[in-house]
């Protein structure tokens, strides 16, 4: 008797189903996300600081395998900024910007394409399959998946050559279909293979996971930062938009810091080409991607679709 007489509750079942009661409640407030986003795609581009923090870059891995196991069917894209300059450094190249891109000669690009195909790919579909087989890295290269010709940005009115930087012309869905319909989450790196002159392209990643998000029809395209958002009025404020659509977007672009631009011409792409919804997260939070996900409280900002204009059918009834 004298062992089931105390005053510890520790061993009093009621108490044991009190203390784990919150964990079940998170459960069951996330089932109607659950439910709503079960069988679609969402693409997410990883970047920022979740590449290069250890603790961020585990968190973004758990996140991702859990969207899989809820039913989702995560594609990650990737860049690789700074670690492709860090390694141009050992090789004695210069780092060198040009409207908001990297210039890419031939030697460049020899080490852009060593750095994401055998570097933050292989990290990244490493931490992944931590939690089974389950990532598969390529890049756009493989299958015709990405194709891009030269880009030529204009600066002060002229062309300027930037080496091997590619503009997309076209998506092949064909090898991340088959990956995702085996249960796969594919790993996609942003190089693209040339539509015209036989070389391989560096392409830019948000670009490239707007380009795919449209492609495969995903519902979602989630874009990690090194901030909160879109901020209304930076840098007088730092109020975050949480929402806003895609004409009221393309009226702030001409604003917005250069690299912010990519990142929201991306957004405006994806949600003008059927992406239901866009949204540039703060990756330097913990499973953020599960809190803009699954919780109403969104800590980005979220781009979605005009609303359809009826005015005219309006007008007439």
């Known amino acids: 008797m004298s062992g089931n007489t105390t005053s510890d509750t520790s061993g009093n079942p009621t108490a044991r189903k009190h203390t784990a009661l919150p964990k079940a409640q998170i459960l069951i407030e996330a089932l109607p996300w659950l439910t709503r986003h079960r069988g679609k795609t969402v693409v997410i581009k990883f970047g920022g600081n979740a590449m290069i923090d250890e603790e961020l870059k585990a968190a973004f891995a758990q996140d991702v395998v859990f969207l899989h196991h809820a039913g989702l069917r995560p594609v990650v894209v990737h860049g690789g900024g700074p670690q492709i300059s860090a390694a141009l450094d050992r090789h004695g190249i210069v780092s060198e910007f040009k409207a908001g891109l990297r210039v890419t000669t031939e030697d460049a690009m020899d080490v852009v394409r060593m750095v994401l195909a055998g570097q933050v790919q292989r990290e990244l579909v490493g931490l992944l399959n931590q939690h089974g087989p389950l990532a598969v890295g390529l890049t756009g290269e493989d299958a015709h998946t990405i194709t891009a010709t030269k880009h030529q940005p204009r600066i002060e ?50 670009t490239a996971a707007a380009a795919l998000a449209a492609a495969l029809d995903a519902e979602t395209l989630m874009v990690l930062t090194d901030v909160e958002g879109l901020y209304e009025d930076w840098p007088h404020s730092d109020e975050v938009i949480s929402r806003l659509t895609a004409k009221e977007l393309e009226k702030l672009l001409p604003e917005l810091a250069s690299g912010m631009v990519p990142k929201m011409e991306g957004c405006l792409h994806a949600v003008r080409n059927g992406v239901e919804t866009a949204r540039v997260i703060d990756g330097r939070v913990q499973h953020s991607i599960l809190l803009e996900i699954f919780t109403d409280e969104g800590i980005g900002t979220m781009v979605v679709p005009d609303a359809p204009d009826n005015r005219t059918e309006g007008a007439a009834a």
Request: charged share 25%; aromatic share 2%.
């Open 157 to 206: 009115g002229e062309l300027v050559d930037i080496g091997r930087v590619g503009e997309i012309t076209e998506i092949d869905t064909g090898a991340i279909e088959a990956l995702l319909a085996d249960g796969r989450i594919p790993v996609v790196s942003s190089i693209a293979r040339s539509q015209d002159d036989g070389h391989v392209y560096n392409v830019n990643a948000d």
